[in-house]
Each structure stands twice: as structure tokens, then as C-alpha cells.
């Protein structure tokens, strides 16, 4: 491991980490791995969409310096029971600003959707650590945030579980301090495992008549239902590829997908020696959350340990992209880069929720992401703004398919 990107700090100086969507999946292990760090990592400020119920319990628990409501048509009535001397910001902008404050260290970014951009940009715009539970914001903005990551001197650490096992395998051959890229030329392939999701053995004609209590029963994950939706028409992956393109800088074709059921080994690297590192550990987010929240030092962690007195399979199979043809938008979006993964995003985002909603089929999720790739026009090097304004394009276009 790289002694240069260790934070020497004493157990008495706690790490202060703003955890940007506090009530979600992510952001509850998060917390589970604040608490059970011994003091050395501290919840400096909550930060929820909608949920102030939840905020006023976690608040009570965890005593920020503030709280952040993202969303100002939220009930507020909660945060009169807010204990005093904690802070109350309301809006996005509020938000934005929050995470830039100096006394924050770590910005843990776990908010679903394209949202996050905004925030990961500010954070690291005021050089901010930033761990990254938000894929969407690499997928949307990938070009843009390595750019501020080259100019301004912040570092990111992936927090999605298969980013985190290439990054830590890839640790020890890092030269860039601040940010998981790839160095050298002796990398044959990144290879991200993918668990298959409830309907991987489900033939083309089932996947026609499957149904959100069907997609929302994931074998081995438990998280939210926008991601759940996600791994079972395998979109999460698609992401999951663009989103390891940006993030260790490297071209699609040196990225590849291997389907692994038990979703033991995270993901896997090859070097041209035909060497294979991989990290495993039982499917619980906690661990990568706390390695980019400790900034790559190893403590113990929350999560159950392997019993290796016992005997265990694990299987690797090739993807099926006939079945499975989000994953094949994944490598043309990640080949292509530009605009088109914030329409593939936008167009997703809201398709998965017509699905949700039960006003499309199951397979038309892919089919709707299609349609809006072909529809939109390519931009090579969108800004901020032009990203913002296609993703509000794209919604607009895909919800007018939709509704026809
Ligand atoms: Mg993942």
C-alpha cells in the first residue's frame, strides 16, 4: 500500500465525514461503520432528500454539527425535535455549500441518481476527499470530474463494492496518489463480476412478463429499489462499466464482465502476465464504505468473516447479452464517452420508475435507454450546464414515449 496516501492522524482528532443521503441503504451502513469505528470517524453532517423523520432520529444518535434537508417541499415539522446546537440547512445550494465547509474531510456522496453530480463536483472543486457511493455522477460527468480531480487537488475513492475490489487490488502499483487511475501499461483487462440479479437463469420470454415484486428480490444484495431494478435488467453493470472507464481511466475494450452468483469476489484485475488479483469478502457494503471513509487504512470492520473451515463454491460464468442487452449499452456508452451517458442515465432513471409505477414491461426498461441514445444529439465534451439540460431532455422525451 502507498504510504504517501495514508492519513497519519492521532485516535483523539476524529475523521469529519459528511454523509450526503443519510436515510438511504448506503448512507445507514455508513453510519453503521461511523459507530463502530472507535472514534475515529464522526457523522459532521447528515444530509437527506425528504426523509426528516429519519434525520431527526439519526441526528439524535449521532450529534452532527449540521443537518441538510436537500429538498425545501419537505415536511419540516420533524426538526423541531432537533437537539439544540445542531445546525439546519434546507435547499440544494445549501447542500453544495455544506460539503465544501473546511472542517469536513471526507464527502461520502450516497445519493441515487444523477443528483449527485452536483454535489460531487462542488466537493471536489474545494479539493474534498470524496467517496463515491453515487455512481451516476461518473456516468453523467465522468470527463468533467477527472478534470477537477487533475486541477484541484482532491482525491475520490470508489465506495460501489466492484470499483472498490479493482481499486484495492490495483493498490499497490498506484501512481497517482489521489485517485484510483490506472498507471502502466502491464493491465490486460479490468474485470467486473456481476451477480446475474434475480433473473439470470429467466429465459427471454419470462424476462417479457416479469414483474417489480420479481425484480426487487435480489439474491445476494440488500439495497434500494432503484439499484435492485437495476442488477435484474443488469443496468446497474452497464453503469458500473462506464463508471470504471472514468474512474481508473482506462478504454472500454480493456474492460470485461464476468457473471459470479454468489457475489463473493468483488471484482478482479489481469495484468498481460495472465496474473489475476481479486478481492473477496462476504456481500456487505460496510467494508468498502469503510475502506474509502478510512481512506485505504485497513481497521477492523462490522462485517461477518469468512469461516474457512467450512467449504465454499464460487462460479464465474460468461454474461448473456442477448438476454441481458443493457450491458452491451454499458460498453458503447463507456467506448463513446461524451453526452451519452447522461442520456442513458436520464432515460433509465425514468423508465425504471414507469416500471415501478407498472406502466411499462419489464423489458422495455433497455428498450426506452436504446431509444434515447439513437434519439439524442452527441456531444463529445458537454459542460456542466449542457449535461444538466440533456438530462432534462432526455427525461422529458423518455416520459413522452412512455405516456404514448
Ligand atoms: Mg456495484
Same mark, same amino acid.
Given at each position: 500500500?502507498? *504510504?504517501?496516501?495514508? #492519513?497519519?492522524?492521532?485516535?483523539?482528532?476524529?475523521q469529519?465525514?459528511? #454523509?450526503?443521503?443519510?436515510?438511504?441503504?448506503?448512507?445507514?451502513?455508513?453510519?453503521?461503520?461511523?459507530?463502530?469505528?472507535?472514534?475515529?470517524?464522526?457523522?459532521?453532517?447528515?444530509? &437527506?432528500h425528504?426523509s426528516? +423523520?429519519?434525520?431527526?432520529?439519526l441526528?439524535? +444518535?449521532f450529534?452532527? /454539527?449540521?443537518?441538510?434537508?436537500?429538498?425545501?417541499?419537505?415536511?419540516?415539522?420533524?426538526?423541531?425535535?432537533?437537539? %439544540?446546537?445542531?445546525?439546519?440547512?434546507?435547499?440544494?445550494?445549501?447542500?453544495?455549500?455544506?460539503?465544501?465547509? =473546511?472542517?469536513?474531510? &471526507? #464527502?461520502?456522496? $450516497?445519493?441515487?441518481?444523477?443528483?449527485?453530480?452536483?454535489?460531487?463536483?462542488?466537493?471536489?472543486?474545494?479539493? %474534498?476527499?470524496?467517496?463515491?457511493?453515487?455512481?451516476?455522477?461518473? #456516468?453523467?460527468?465522468?470527463?468533467?470530474?477527472?478534470?477537477?480531480?487533475?486541477?484541484?487537488?482532491?482525491k475520490?475513492?470508489?465506495?460501489?463494492?466492484?470499483h472498490?475490489?479493482?481499486?484495492q487490488?490495483?493498490?499497490? +502499483?498506484? &501512481?497517482?496518489?489521489?485517485?484510483?487511475?490506472?498507471?502502466?501499461?502491464d493491465?490486460?483487462?479490468?474485470?467486473?463480476?456481476?451477480?446475474?440479479g434475480?433473473?439470470?437463469?429467466?429465459?427471454?420470454?419470462?424476462?417479457?412478463?416479469?414483474?417489480?415484486?420479481?425484480?426487487? !428480490?435480489?439474491p445476494?444484495?440488500? @439495497?434500494?429499489? !432503484?439499484?435492485?431494478?437495476?442488477?435484474?435488467?443488469? @443496468?446497474?453493470?452497464?453503469?458500473?462499466?462506464?463508471?470504471?472507464?472514468?474512474?481508473? /481511466?482506462?478504454?472500454?475494450?480493456?474492460?470485461?464482465?464476468?457473471?459470479?452468483?454468489?457475489?463473493?469476489?468483488?471484482?478482479m484485475?489481469?495484468?498481460?502476465?495472465g $496474473?489475476?488479483? *481479486?478481492?473477496?469478502?462476504?456481500?456487505?457494503?460496510?467494508?468498502?464504505?469503510?475502506?474509502?471513509l478510512e481512506?485505504?487504512? +485497513?481497521?477492523?470492520?462490522?462485517?461477518?468473516?469468512?469461516?474457512?473451515?467450512?467449504? @465454499?463454491?464460487?462460479e464465474?460464468?460468461?454474461?448473456?447479452?442477448?438476454?441481458?442487452?443493457?450491458?452491451?449499452?454499458?460498453?458503447?456508452? *463507456?467506448? &463513446?464517452?461524451?453526452s451519452?451517458?447522461?442520456v442513458?442515465?436520464? $432515460?433509465?432513471e425514468?423508465?425504471?420508475?414507469?416500471?415501478?409505477?407498472?406502466?411499462?414491461?419489464?423489458?422495455?426498461?433497455?428498450?426506452?435507454?436504446?431509444?434515447?441514445?439513437?434519439?439524442?444529439?452527441? /456531444?463529445?465534451? =458537454?459542460?456542466?450546464? /449542457?449535461?444538466?439540460?440533456?438530462d432534462?431532455?432526455?427525461r422529458?422525451?423518455?416520459e413522452?414515449?412512455?405516456?404514448q
Amino acid at each position: 500500500m502507498d *504510504a504517501d496516501i495514508n #492519513v497519519n492522524r492521532s485516535p483523539s482528532t476524529p475523521q469529519n465525514i459528511a #454523509v450526503i443521503g443519510a436515510s438511504g441503504s448506503i448512507g445507514s451502513s455508513a453510519l453503521d461503520v461511523i459507530a463502530s469505528s472507535n472514534g475515529r470517524l464522526r457523522a459532521s453532517i447528515l444530509a &437527506v432528500h425528504r426523509s426528516t +423523520r429519519q434525520l431527526i432520529q439519526l441526528a439524535q +444518535r449521532f450529534q452532527p /454539527d449540521a443537518v441538510v434537508v436537500s429538498d425545501p417541499t419537505a415536511d419540516m415539522s420533524p426538526l423541531e425535535e432537533l437537539p %439544540k446546537g445542531i445546525e439546519i440547512l434546507v435547499g440544494e445550494e445549501a447542500l453544495n455549500e455544506a460539503v465544501r465547509r =473546511p472542517e469536513i474531510d &471526507v #464527502v461520502l456522496l $450516497a445519493i441515487v441518481g444523477v443528483a449527485g453530480l452536483r454535489s460531487t463536483w462542488s466537493a471536489l472543486d474545494a479539493g %474534498k476527499t470524496v467517496a463515491l457511493a453515487n455512481k451516476e455522477a461518473l #456516468v453523467a460527468g465522468g470527463a468533467l470530474i477527472t478534470d477537477l480531480l487533475n486541477t484541484k487537488g482532491g482525491k475520490l475513492y470508489p465506495v460501489d463494492s466492484e470499483h472498490s475490489a479493482i481499486f484495492q487490488c490495483l493498490l499497490s +502499483r498506484r &501512481v497517482d496518489a489521489r485517485t484510483p487511475r490506472v498507471c502502466g501499461d502491464d493491465l490486460k483487462r479490468i474485470i467486473l463480476t456481476a451477480s446475474g440479479g434475480p433473473f439470470r437463469t429467466w429465459s427471454l420470454d419470462q424476462l417479457k412478463r416479469a414483474t417489480v415484486q420479481d425484480a426487487l !428480490k435480489h439474491p445476494t444484495w440488500k @439495497m434500494g429499489a !432503484k439499484i435492485t431494478v437495476d442488477s435484474a435488467t443488469t @443496468m446497474n453493470k452497464a453503469l458500473e462499466i462506464i463508471e470504471a472507464r472514468w474512474l481508473f /481511466d482506462v478504454d472500454s475494450d480493456k474492460i470485461s464482465v464476468v457473471v459470479h452468483p454468489q457475489s463473493i469476489v468483488h471484482s478482479m484485475v489481469e495484468f498481460i502476465d495472465g $496474473a489475476v488479483l *481479486a478481492q473477496l469478502s462476504p456481500p456487505d457494503m460496510r467494508l468498502p464504505i469503510q475502506f474509502a471513509l478510512e481512506e485505504t487504512t +485497513r481497521t477492523a470492520c462490522p462485517t461477518r468473516q469468512f469461516d474457512w473451515t467450512r467449504a @465454499m463454491q464460487l462460479e464465474f460464468l460468461p454474461p448473456d447479452f442477448e438476454r441481458f442487452p443493457a450491458m452491451k449499452l454499458g460498453f458503447e456508452v *463507456a467506448k &463513446v464517452g461524451g453526452s451519452a451517458g447522461v442520456v442513458l442515465n436520464a $432515460a433509465n432513471e425514468i423508465a425504471v420508475d414507469a416500471f415501478m409505477n407498472r406502466r411499462i414491461s419489464f423489458d422495455s426498461i433497455t428498450k426506452l435507454c436504446r431509444r434515447a441514445l439513437d434519439g439524442h444529439n452527441y /456531444d463529445p465534451s =458537454p459542460t456542466l450546464t /449542457d449535461i444538466f439540460k440533456l438530462d432534462a431532455w432526455t427525461r422529458k422525451e423518455t416520459e413522452k414515449w412512455i405516456s404514448q
